[in-house]
T-cell receptor
Framework: GDSVTQMEGPVTLSEEAFLTINCTYT??????LFWYVQYPGEGLQLLLK?????DKGSNKGFEATYRKETTSFHLEKGSVQVSDSAVYFC??????????????FGSGTRLLVRP | DSGVTQTPKHLITATGQRVTLRCSPR?????VYWYQQSLDQGLQFLIQ???????AKGNILERFSAQQFPDLHSELNLSSLELGDSALYFCASSVGSGREETQYFGPGTRLLVL
């Protein structure tokens, strides 16, 4: 079945460092891809999305490009801030098998940014 | 604030009991999804309703059931609770069910089974 694999955390960075969180996927159909962020004690918020190959999603300085050839959707940010400390989830939706746009999530990557 | 509300925020109960979690979607959203977040299983899809009808089922136990009412709010019923059911339960809503759509998540209900 469909699945998402993302890098293990925690990732610890100093403020203003470059961030990459790797995400690869396996899908039967042609999925849409998402990054969600979960701040401590809160629900999930959509960070960015891409619905077709070579699309780049971007928001708040974060970017990710839908790479169909490598089945990847890596999250990047050029300069992280302490306020970016959170858990980041890569996810896909692939309605091919059951016509549902349910989300399939990776295991999450905790990011800790130190001042 | 996503516009999705969930009640209660916290729930503590005993094994064998039954609880009901409630979700109110954003105004105008027809789809409601339920997810479970636990330490060992991560974030898993449970079930989806669209405009009152069940649309898809994931890894939802037979002890769990859900429904969506005419006013589009949804309830997730968990019965014969076990220790392993302790988790954070999220609902999410979207306008319909399409490739471009975004699911908006509620703040979750934290369930602790003792």
């Amino acid at each position: 079945g469909d699945s998402v694999t993302q890098m293990e955390g925690p990732v610890t960075l100093s403020e203003e460092a470059f961030l990459t969180i790797n995400c690869t996927y396996t899908a039967t159909g042609y999925p849409s891809l998402f990054w969600y962020v979960q701040y401590p004690g809160e629900g999930l918020q959509l960070l960015l999305k891409a619905t077709k190959a070579d699309d780049k999603g971007s928001n708040k300085g974060f970017e990710a490009t839908y790479r169909k050839e490598t089945t990847s959707f890596h999250l990047e940010k050029g300069s992280v801030q302490v306020s970016d400390s959170a858990v980041y989830f890569c996810a896909l939706s692939d309605p091919l098998m059951d016509s549902s746009y349910k989300l399939i999530f990776g295991s999450g990557t905790r990011l800790l940014v130190r001042p | 604030d996503s516009g999705v509300t969930q009640t209660p925020k916290h729930l503590i109960t005993a094994t064998g009991q039954r609880v009901t979690l409630r979700c109110s979607p954003r105004s105008g959203d027809l789809s409601v999804y339920w997810y479970q977040q636990s330490l060992d299983q991560g974030l898993q899809f449970l079930i989806q309703y669209y405009n009152g009808e069940e649309r898809a089922k994931g890894n939802i136990l037979e002890r769990f059931s859900a429904q969506q009412f005419p006013d589009l709010h949804s309830e997730l019923n968990l019965s014969s609770l076990e220790l392993g059911d302790s988790a954070l339960y999220f609902c999410a809503s979207s306008v319909g069910s399409g490739r471009e759509e975004t699911q908006y998540f509620g703040p979750g209900t934290r369930l602790l089974v003792l």
